[in-house]
């Protein structure tokens, strides 16, 4: 993700992919770089508990674009959808629909469209919101703090 490096070697169903893929190695740089403390570890380490319930049983994993904020969506001279930048792996289907609404996020439309072919889970507002935590980090990361209140934002509801 960017410069960053992003590790996709398959583990065990998505939570243990998420946590250990995903979140704890943002964490970890976070810390070294002084932008987290060991007290937001602490409050990661009780939502990475919650993954299971959160997500739900182990989905079949897919092919996700890994990086599907508006920028990286573009039409081409025939108007039609382009998409850049992918950050590929295999991994749970909220992953794409989730970054979406960052930074601005894609019309109403696209998700109406989008229940039409694949209905949300209940929860699915909560599984974006979590997957986020994601994207958030790498931006700390990248990017410094002012990512911070975002994600404290978000772990302080779970």
Known sequence: MGALPQWNSPLQGWPQFFTERRLRPQLQL???????DRALLGRFERL???LPEI??????????HGDLWSGNLLCDDEEQPVLIDPAVYLGHPCVDLAM??????FEAGFYDRYREIVPL???YREQWDIANLY?????????????LPDI???IDRY
């Open 30 to 36: 976070a810390m070294s770089r002084q932008m987290v």
């Open 48 to 50: 990475f508990l919650r």
């Open 55 to 64: 997500f739900g049983p182990t989905t079949q994993p897919v092919l996700v």
């Open 100 to 105: 979406t609404t960052l930074f601005g996020g």
């Open 121 to 123: 889970p209940f929860n």
């Open 135 to 147: 994207p958030l980090l790498i931006h700390l990361n990248l990017f410094g703090k002012g990512y």
């Open 152 to 154: 404290l934002h978000t």
